[in-house]
């Protein structure tokens, strides 16, 4: 079984977070002035939102969402950032833009979290500094996905 299908409630759950905080970022935009028109194939454009879910999907850095579950309300959190270092279950991550920080968090990722470093199944200890990262937390499984930053090529 791929490894998407088998945490496919767990990102569904993520990519839920994200929404929420899309609506929230909504709302809040709400009274916000912006222009409506309509293009040559008669679809409505709205100027000042260019992206959307997706814009702010890539731009979230921490969310909690709470559901409810035939066992009652559960939390789902996730926070996306720079891992500043690993010591032992301890991940500590800066969470914001290369620009500005929101905050720094050390979070205590469980023994039995599934880890995938740029891609590949993985432990927490393969983790290094300088890593992107995105943790989800749910209240049975923890998932850590780890990437390294590309780097551009030379150029001579």
């Known amino acids: 079984?791929?490894?998407?299908?088998?945490?496919?409630?767990?990102?569904?759950?993520?990519?839920?977070?994200?929404?929420?905080?899309?609506?929230?970022?909504?709302?809040?935009?709400?009274?916000?002035?912006?222009?409506?028109k309509t293009n040559a194939t008669g679809h409505r454009s709205h100027n000042g939102r260019?992206?959307?879910?997706?814009?702010?999907?890539?731009?979230a850095v921490h969310g909690d969402v709470v559901m409810h579950t035939k066992a009652g309300f559960r939390t789902v959190t996730f926070d996306r950032g720079v891992v500043d270092s690993v010591a032992g279950q301890r991940l500590k991550i800066t969470e914001g833009t290369p620009k500005a920080t929101y905050k720094t968090v050390t979070l205590a990722i469980p023994a039995n979290?599934?880890?995938?470093?740029?891609?590949?199944?993985?432990?927490?200890?393969?983790?290094?500094?300088?890593?992107?990262?995105?943790?989800?937390?749910?209240?049975?499984?923890?998932?850590?996905?780890?990437?390294?930053?590309?780097?551009?090529?030379?150029?001579?």
């Open 1 to 36: 079984m791929s490894h998407i299908l088998k945490h496919s409630r767990l990102l569904l759950v993520a990519v839920c977070c994200v929404a929420v905080g899309a609506g929230a970022s909504v709302i809040a935009g709400a009274g916000a002035a912006t222009s409506t």
């Open 50 to 59: 260019k992206g959307g879910l997706r814009r702010v999907a890539l731009h």
């Open 113 to 156: 979290a599934v880890v995938r470093d740029d891609k590949q199944k993985s432990s927490l200890s393969s983790v290094n500094a300088g890593q992107r990262v995105l943790v989800v937390t749910a209240p049975n499984r923890t998932l850590v996905i780890a990437r390294t930053a590309r780097t551009p090529p030379a150029t001579h």
